[in-house]
Every structure is written in C-alpha cells, then in structure tokens.
C-alpha cells in the first residue's frame, strides 16, 4: 500500500547507515577506515599501558624490602590497651564470672607469646638502658636482625601466672599497655627510659584509688629500640606495661588516660592530641 511505501522510504536512509551495499560502507566508515582506527587505538592504549608499567617498575625500584623508603608519620605514635572491651570500655561484675572471662581469655591469647619459655628461645638477653643497634654493612644486609627478650614474668602480679584472672575475680583489674610500632623511632635519650603515667579525669580523680605498674615504673626500656620492621626483625616482642587498679571505686564510672613520658616524645601533637596516650573508661561492679 502506499502507507507501506512510506514507512520503507522512511526506514532506508537508516538501513544505508548501517550498511550501504554501494559504498559497502558500515556505519558510516569503509573496511579500511575501521582497521586505521582499531589500529590507532589499538597502538594508542598499549602505548598508555607500556607507561603505566615503566612508572611502576621505576617507583618498586625506589622500595626497600626492608624498610619505608618515606614516613609520613606523627612525631609520638599511638598508644592501646589490652584487653580492649567494648568501645575502650572495660565493664564487668566481680561476682559474675562471665562478665570478665572474655577479658582473661584476650589478655592470655595476646601474652602466649610472651611466654618466658618462648623468649629464651627466640630471643635475646639484652643489656637494659641501652639502644640494642643493628645497622647495615653498607650493601650487606643484617638480617635477620635479633630481638630482646620481654618475658610475661616481667609484668609480675599482671602476668596471669601468680594470679591467673588478672585481678578481675578479685575487683582489681590489669590493663596493658602497649606503643604502637614504628621503624626506627628513638623514643628516649641520655639512657632515659619512656614511661607511661595514668590517672583519672578530673571529675573522676578520687575513684581511681593507688596504681601499680609493670616492669617497675611503668618503663618501655630502651633496649627494645629501635624497630627494625616485620621482615628484617621477624621475632620482635613489642614491650608493654601492665597498670593494676589496687582500689578503684566500685559501681561507678572511671575515665581514665594513661600516656607516655619521655624527654623525646610529646604527649599529644597538633595534628592527633590522642597522640601518645590513649582513654578509656573501667566500672568495676561488685554484683
């Protein structure tokens, strides 16, 4: 019909579009046009790839296995507990066992490697109050490079060997402490040890009763200093210090910041005032 002759005339300059048996052309280009085209970005893309690759191969020869080859980092490195609890919230009953368990079975879990049995083995015994330094021979590697020994006994009533529920079965829990690692960080001089101090908010000053520390005076000793990294110092025992509360006040909240003390770290920093010292917050429940 003549409406039908319409609608093919319509139809066929769409239809020559995509192919003009004439030109033998398909969408608009010729067999010749198309193949110069996939070509050029074919050429195009590999060459883009072949610089991707060279930029990569360039930059892995600046790394170093061993150690960063840049550190942003903030002057004094975090600080955290063990055991964490929920939120930095150490809350439990002392008559209800369950309510710390948890707490025993983390602090146990994370000190296993601090086994005094396991050190003498892995270790080294170090003389204290000294850097233990291993640099490198030029191009010659020293590594592995060795550790000191930090043996669970050291951390005393906090060890989980005289008392092995930490203190939590009696209202008198212990919290470690540790300082995050960072590679090559000198965190004392003139053989003056970091220590760490903990005392309450000041609205919670009173509720916080005496402390004890272990090793004595809350010491990270130098001897531990510094931190090669995971691959070049494979047995490393990151040192920590154990804080015990002998009398906190019960069935109340106590926030709590403990921080690091040393005459080359600063507490706090502009850029993280958390930044060497770490809060949390201990509600000791009698039932």
């Known amino acids: 019909t003549a409406r039908d ?24 280009r010729t067999a010749t046009s198309w193949g110069l085209i996939l070509l050029f970005y074919l050429v195009f893309y590999l060459f883009l790839a072949g610089m991707f690759a060279l930029t990569m191969y360039v930059m892995l020869l600046t790394l170093d296995d061993y150690k960063p080859t840049w550190q942003d980092r903030l002057a004094t490195p975090g600080m955290m507990i063990r055991p964490k609890g929920d939120q930095l919230e150490i809350i439990f009953s002392v008559s209800q066992t369950e309510s710390w368990d948890s707490f025993v079975y983390n602090l146990n879990t994370f000190l296993s ?24 021979s030029g ?3 020293n590594n592995p490079k060795r550790s000191c020994q930090f043996n669970r006994t050291m951390l005393g009533d ?4 005289s008392d092995r ?17 960072v590679i090559g960080m000198f965190p004392g001089k003139d ?22 520390y ?6 990270f000793n130098l001897m531990y200093y510094p931190y090669y990294g995971k691959r070049a110092q494979v047995n490393y025992t990151q040192p920590l210090v154990a804080v015990k509360f002998l009398n906190a006040s019960l069935n109340t909240d106590i926030n709590i910041e ?29 039932k």
């Open 5 to 28: 002759g319409e609608d093919r005339k319509g139809s066929s300059p769409w239809r020559e579009f995509f192919w003009n048996p004439r030109t033998h052309e398909l969408l608009g």
């Open 191 to 212: 053989g003056q040890s970091p220590y760490v101090t903990c005392g309450a908010k000041r609205e919670d000053s009173e509720k916080i009763g005496p402390l004890a």
């Open 113 to 136: 490697p601090y086994n005094d049995s396991y050190q003498v083995q892995t270790n080294d015994d170090c003389p204290p109050d000294q850097y233990f330094i291993q640099e490198d």
């Open 165 to 181: 529920f930490y203190g939590y079965s009696q209202g008198q829990p212990c919290i470690l402490i540790k300082l995050n690692r």
């Open 139 to 141: 191009e010659v590697r």
């Open 214 to 219: 272990f090793p004595p005076n809350g010491t």
């Open 258 to 286: 403990c921080k690091i003390n040393s005459n080359t770290l600063a507490a706090g920093s502009d850029r993280d005032k958390f930044a060497g010292r770490v809060s949390f917050k201990l509600r000791i429940n009698d």
């Open 158 to 161: 906090c060890s989980g060997i």
